[in-house]
Nanobody, 111 residues
Framework: QLQLVESGGGMVQPGGSLRLSCVVS????????MAWYRQAPGKQREFVAN???????NLAESVKGRFTISRDNAKSTMYLEMNRLEYDDTAIYYC?????WGQGTQVTVSS
């Protein structure tokens, strides 16, 4: 059964950086369209970024120029490199693919 496991969250000061990872079990990762979403307290889950099976990225306007999405098919892993983090980036970050969701990883931006 396909499983997605996120890691890399934590607490960081404004302007700092984090890199999130999403490891996908099984041997189907290279064929999957993958995405990152986030949910801030009291808000609906929102799209952050996606990446096609061949590596074509797409990012939400709010994170363009600050976040980078990438994938390593050999490691069945998707990444979200987050730079110049802002208070509004505080949220639980989820990866999704093939209709499945990970458990989420908390990102907190605080001084």
């Amino acid at each position: 059964q396909l499983q997605l496991v996120e890691s890399g969250g934590g607490m960081v000061q404004p302007g700092g950086s984090l890199r999130l990872s999403c490891v996908v079990s099984g041997n189907v990762f290279s064929r999957l369209y993958m995405a990152w979403y986030r949910q801030a307290p009291g808000k609906q889950r929102e799209f952050v970024a996606n990446i096609s099976a061949n590596g074509s990225p797409n990012l939400a306007e709010s994170v363009k120029g600050r976040f980078t999405i990438s994938r390593d098919n050999a490691k069945s892993t998707m990444y979200l490199e987050m730079n110049r983090l802002e208070y509004d980036d505080t949220a639980i970050y989820y990866c999704t693919g093939a209709g499945k969701w990970g458990q989420g990883t908390q990102v907190t931006v605080s001084s």
